[in-house]
């Protein structure tokens, strides 16, 4: 069955130090990847996707995902965060074999500090 | 460009009664709409996922005499909550799929609607 774990419910980093958020899947076949962020109270913005091709995926915001097959994982990276980063991040997994459903992670809080 | 909208972004309402809510894809058409839920500090549950001029596709759980769902054109779905309940009150979030995007999965998501039922 498919999954997606997002390990850290919550993480706290520096203004200007490096983020990264961690997320596993399990999915029986090539998946399509996705990296969402919500603030509080709004829906969701896709920050990144990965359907194939090159393994790391550059997004919006200074934001970038890496594709390791062999580690099952779609971690996402920033360089230097912004106190405007803090929100909640969503890993998701998109499989065409069952309706085009999306499998969600429970998310990363991400706290940005001054 | 794809835009989903939400309307209304925020309802309140009495115990036993119906709220529509509207989500509306902007600037693209989108053969599939999916609905979700999502309580507070939690992940987004799938509620079902409706095709343009066909019966929606409820998960498990979801009961479909209460949560109506319809997708009248390429643009517009709508679920509904019939006699809703305190228990019901959440965070509605929609989301659309794209007719070019469907090989490709891309979801496009509307911005909520918080339903708090009295």
């Known amino acids: 069955a498919q999954s997606v774990t997002q390990p850290d419910i919550h993480i706290t980093v520096s203004e200007g130090a490096s983020l990264e958020l961690r997320c596993n899947y399990s999915?029986?076949?090539?998946?399509?990847l996705f990296w969402y962020v919500q603030s509080p109270g709004q829906g969701l913005q896709l920050l990144l996707k990965y359907f194939s091709g090159d393994t790391l995926v550059q997004g919006i915001k200074g934001f970038e995902a890496e594709f390791k097959r062999s580690q099952s994982s779609f971690n996402l990276r920033k360089p230097s965060v912004h106190w405007s980063d803090a929100a909640e991040y969503f890993c998701a997994v998109g499989a065409t074999n069952t309706g085009n459903q999306f499998y969600f992670g429970t998310g990363t809080s991400l706290t940005v500090i001054p | 460009g794809a835009v989903v909208s939400q309307h209304p972004s925020r309802v309140i309402c009495k115990s036993g009664t119906s709220v529509k809510i509207e989500c509306r894809s902007l600037?693209?058409?989108?053969?599939?709409m999916f609905w979700y839920r999502q309580f507070p500090k939690q992940s987004l549950m799938l509620m079902a996922t409706?095709?343009?001029?066909?019966?929606?596709?409820?998960e498990q759980g979801v009961e479909k005499d209460k949560f109506l769902i319809n997708h009248a054109s390429l643009t517009l779905s709508t679920l509904t909550v019939t006699s809703a309940h305190p228990e019901d009150s959440s965070f509605y979030i929609c989301?659309?799929?794209?007719?070019?995007?469907?090989?490709?999965?891309?979801?496009?998501f509307g911005p909520g609607t918080r339903l708090t039922v009295l």
């Open positions: 600037d693209f058409q989108a053969t599939t």
């Open positions: 989301s659309a799929q794209e007719v070019r995007d469907t090989y490709t999965d891309t979801q496009y």
């Open positions: 999915y029986g076949a090539t998946p399509y």
């Open positions: 409706s095709n343009e001029g066909s019966k929606a596709t409820y």
